[in-house]
């Protein structure tokens, strides 16, 4: 069955209840007898190993939407492998094979490179939670729509939730003390970042989560990065490295990406539909406050309990990768979709970034002021 005949059946399913509904009603006097309603499963699958934290945070979104709605939703979160890969949810989301995914817009860069521009294209000067502003009030939702249905022809609906901490330049065998220590290395990336990366003499292999702590015990990769402390200590990345490289410019604007399939989104009603895509705000709030915590804590196990070396990026490998991104705004700005997207975001975040520095304390001189000597700057 086809994701528009699964939508129709659903569609069908619904309006034969409601007139079963308001037949009851007219038929039997007050008090109202209210039936139990069966609920309708949303086959959810996650670009994550079931181990993984972003796996946990995709079941705090499920948590909320199934409270929300009072039981009509029943969301089967789905991990990474389950039905489709982990790169692969996209076109499994277009067919109707599954519902809905949990991923990032990064891993459906093969078919349009336009997709990093929504979670892991050029900084601008602002954060993640400056560029999810900018996709629900500075025009990226359209732009996003634009991308997905007009240009590329898939029939998904999507909405971002979750502004990530600025990804980690990630886990070397040797500390980064300069832009001359990552010529040459075979590095794991994703998207416009493998781009980039490529600019400052990088090698770089595209691979999921997963694959990536066998690729270094193999001498596939040398050095990596996948997304934060949680992520990275689950899958081991301490056994296989143990300097870990934070502050980068190369993903520093990433959100979960929540996608489905239209058809079966515009086949529910009204209500449910906004319980799905507002659930997505509820569980970026929660994901956030929850990921600050758990990101501190296991970057405290990380050095004291598995003798991680935590250092800061090099100055000269930040302005590398600023150069590096000025090269690609040039060569992608040749296409006229993505360079409208730059235009916008660069629009957004010149007006919204200014407040946001120009307003903002000096919180190192504060942190410095109350934990003198920790921070190594």
Known sequence: MTGIDRAQSRRKFLKAGSVVAGGAAASIAAPAIV????????????SWP?????????GQYVQRVEAMSGGRLKIDLLPAGAVVGAFQVIDA??????????????????????????GTGPVWGGSAATMLGWFYQGGGKDLYRELTQDILGLNIVGFFGFPMPA???GW???PVTSVNDVKGLKYRTVGLAADLLQELGM????????????????????????????????????????????SSYHQASEAFEFQFN???????????????????????????????????????KLQN??????????????????????????????????KKVMDSQRKFVETVTFYELMNSPDYVLAYNHYYPGKLAL
């Not at 519902?99 to 490179?113: C, E, I, L, M, R």
């Not at 066998?214 to 143990?242: L, W, Y």
């Not at 209500?271 to 405290?300: C, M, P, R, T």
């Not at 598995?306 to 700005?333: E, N, S, Y």
């Open 35 to 46: 039936s139990a309603q069966t609920p309708i499963v949303v086959k959810m699958q996650s």
């Open 50 to 58: 079931a181990s993984d934290a972003f796996h946990e945070m995709a």
């Open 93 to 118: 989301v277009n067919d109707g094979v599954i519902d809905a995914s949990h991923t990032v817009a990064v891993y459906w860069y093969g078919k349009h490179k336009g997709a990093s521009f929504f």
């Open 167 to 169: 990804q980690p330049f």
């Open 172 to 174: 070397f065998k040797n």
């Open 203 to 246: 090698s770089v292999a595209q691979l999921p989560g997963g694959e990536i702590v066998p690729a270094m015990e193999r001498g596939v990769i040398d050095a990596f990065e996948f997304n934060n402390p949680t992520s990275d200590m689950r899958f081991g990345a301490q056994d296989v490295a143990k300097n870990y490289m934070l």
């Open 262 to 300: 239209r058809d079966f989104f515009e086949g529910l009603p009204a209500d449910l539909q906004a319980i799905l895509q507002h659930g997505v705000e509820a569980a970026s709030a929660g994901n956030h406050a929850w990921a600050l915590k758990q990101y501190s804590d296991d970057l405290q």
């Open 305 to 338: 309990e598995h003798g991680v070396k935590v250092l800061r990026t090099p100055q000269d490998v930040l302005d590398a990768q600023l150069a590096a991104w000025d090269k690609l705004i040039d060569t992608l700005g040749q296409d006229p979709f993505m």
